[in-house]
């Protein structure tokens, strides 16, 4: 822990993402708690919709992660063409998923939001939920597309060490989306209050004026981003870098498709031990969403400085670095998780819903903070796996873990028991000790210390 560069370097990437995703999560808080001002199936149609969204972001960053591990190792390299051509390629795989997306939520919206109604509870309740999920999907759909456009440039950006644009975009975004909440969802200023659909509208509007920003500054500044200066002249991309990319980007893809998948699949689960489930699963995840900007932050920080080291050459200290950072994660996190746990029993109460969904929220949100220096490790862990290429082996490590330990214990535990939500949320997330032993086993084995920019090139 001696070596005090590769902190600061740490926190000069980590922290404008720290700045971004918690002004941007802390934002979403306070949408949450609007909505949940109206009332219980407001709250709950939109968090279900959310979830739904939350696999096509992923799917998203899943698209654009692979090929990010090349654009980190070009910059690395002071290689801009190669830069300049992964961000087409990018652009390209963002259109192509973005038409998926769109084409599935207009197919299957209703069937997959009923999928979280079949908890016990009410049907009116059940109905209301559903009425107010429809009515907020239909809009969020005209933001996808900005949205996925806005992660080719942040991607690209960071990876090349730019964190400062993507951050006042975002806060510029989170800005009007705060406002255009507060005006739309109440009718304020002449505005008719347009509840669940004004939220969607007030997203919908940000995520267009977080492009535009983001598109204007990285193109205007030709000589401080020289790999953006004409990128748009051709959409042309050397075929190997396809193939590589291909290679090395779609279990990434596929990976984030699963564990998003299974994340809301996780959800499904536990709302079959009732509707309430749901209302107070969406309180302690927007609680949670907001203390975990710090590993996620810090994660992503780990996987461009670690690919650069790699794109560089350093093999030789790239493993002592790697440990470092996730020495220095863990105890960032343990801070926080402190933090979040005194707070658990707070947060709640700004919902306008029952006491015993409150008190549900708050159990989950503890349980949630104890196991946070857990998801530091094993998300640290994960990126420095993935910035050296081993991309089937965090296939592996992450979806697939969820699929084969957590989706079939809780399921095992929900329909085999009758356990509350909080000791099957705690056994459920007692499971990511596996993935801290599995994650020191491969990080330790060095196998990931990988030049991917020489197209086969190992060290």
């Known amino acids: 822990m001696r070596n005090e560069h590769i902190y600061r370097r740490t926190l000069h990437i980590a922290l404008p993402i720290m700045i971004q995703n918690g002004v941007t999560n802390f934002v979403n808080m306070l949408d949450n708690i609007m909505v949940g001002q109206i009332g219980t199936a407001q709250m709950s149609g939109v968090a279900i919709v959310n979830q739904l969204m939350f696999v096509f972001n992923l799917c998203i960053f899943g698209g654009l992660a692979g090929i990010g591990i090349f654009t980190a190792q070009y910059f690395g390299k002071g290689n801009h063409d190669g830069v300049k051509s992964t961000f087409r390629l990018m652009f390209i795989t963002a259109l192509i998923l973005t038409g998926i997306g769109a084409a599935v939520f207009l197919l299957s919206g209703d069937p997959l939001i009923s999928l979280y109604l079949h908890g016990e509870g009410s049907a009116a309740a059940a109905a209301d939920t559903l009425i107010y999920a429809k009515r907020y999907l239909w809009i969020m759909l005209a933001g996808i597309l900005p949205f996925a456009l806005t992660q080719v440039y942040s991607s690209v950006l960071r990876s090349c060490n730019e964190t400062v644009i993507p951050m006042r975009a975002s806060l510029l975004a989170v800005t009007v989306n705060l406002i255009g909440n507060y005006v739309l969802i109440y009718g304020k200023f002449g505005f008719p209050a347009l509840g669940v659909q004004g939220a969607a509208a007030a997203t919908v509007l940000s995520r267009f004026v977080e492009l535009s920003f983001i598109a204007v500054h990285a193109h205007r500044k030709d000589d401080r981003f020289p790999y953006m200066h004409k990128v748009y002249s051709s959409l042309a991309v050397p075929a190997e870098l396809v193939r590589s990319c291909a290679v090395k980007g779609a279990p990434l893809l596929v990976n984030e498709f699963l564990w998003s998948s299974a994340m809301a699949t996780l959800t499904q689960i536990y709302s079959r031990i ?129 699929w084969c330990v957590s989706i079939p214990v809780a399921w095992l535990l929900v329909s085999g028991t009758s356990f509350s939500i909080l000791l099957v949320y705690l056994i459920v997330q007692s499971t990511e000790l596996i993935k801290c032993v599995v994650g020191f086993i491969l990080v330790e084995k060095e196998y990931w210390i990988n030049d991917l920019t020489g197209l086969g090139e190992t060290a």
């Not at 950072?325 to 402190?338: E, K, Q, S, Y």
């Not at 306008?352 to 989950?364: C, E, N, V, Y």
């Not at 946070?372 to 050296?388: D, E, K, W």
């Open 274 to 402: 009732g509707l309430d489930v749901i209302a107070a699963l969406n309180i302690a995840q927007t609680m949670n969403n907001l203390f975990n900007i710090s590993f996620i932050a810090l994660g992503s920080a780990t996987g461009i400085i670690i690919g650069q080291e790699l794109g560089a050459g350093h093999f030789d200290t790239v493993k002592r670095d790697a440990n470092r950072i996730t020495l220095f994660t863990m105890g960032f996190c343990i801070v926080l998780g402190i933090l979040s746990f005194a707070l658990s029993g707070y947060f709640p109460l700004l919902y306008k819903t029952t006491d015993p969904i409150r008190q549900t929220a708050s159990g989950l949100i503890r349980i949630a903070a104890v196991c946070m220096p857990v998801y530091a490790y094993t998300n640290a862990s994960y990126f420095i796996l993935r910035s050296g290429g081993k991309t089937i082996i965090t296939f592996l490590f992450d979806s697939c873990f969820c």
